[in-house]
């Protein structure tokens, strides 16, 4: 099926199900499913070694809690999958905690931030510490951060990440940069 066609059913069984219709889900989900299997897949490989958590543990998290926000105004099928992205951030930033606050020695979870590469030397970061930094790149910039989740999170193109955030490509790029210059001074400490 053809990337548009696809899109405009993802968006009308986004907009059925909002509105109540319990079967838009289930045509819904075999859709969705690879996509948010490839989302999974890119913060896993992100995540070090060492993390406990499986692709499919992270979809059925995702799915799980998207289910709870049928209420909410889809947009698009992009909207959906920023949504989606957003969730398996908080997912993985609330795993790293609890791992933190084991007794078990409590040792953050690293994650590289290859695809964030500017002049940054490859390495693997603190997940914490990236919602941390991200959090305050919210409070002095919320549409870098957001394109910052979009982009990164997300794994959104440029293209997709402008459609949500209402701006032109080119500005995307260069918040972009921005924003992960920012990123690198708050990680590098």
Known sequence: ???????????QYLSDWRQGN??????????VQSELKLLARRYLRRESRSVSIQTTELIN???LRLI???ATDWQNRIHFFAVAAKIMRNFLIDHARKTKNTKHGGAFRDISIERMQLAIPQKNIDLIKLDE???ML?????RRSHIVELKFFGGLTSAETAE??????ITIKREWLKAKA???????G
């Open 1 to 11: 099926m053809e990337i548009s066609a696809l899109s405009s059913e993802v968006t």
């Open 22 to 31: 319990k079967d838009a889900l289930d045509k819904l989900v075999p859709i």
């Open 61 to 63: 998290e995702a799915y």
């Open 68 to 70: 709870d926000r049928s």
């Open 133 to 135: 930094a991200l959090k």
């Open 138 to 142: 919210e409070e002095i910039n919320e």
């Open 164 to 169: 949500i955030v209402g701006v032109s490509e």
């Open 182 to 188: 920012f990123l690198y001074t708050e990680l590098s």
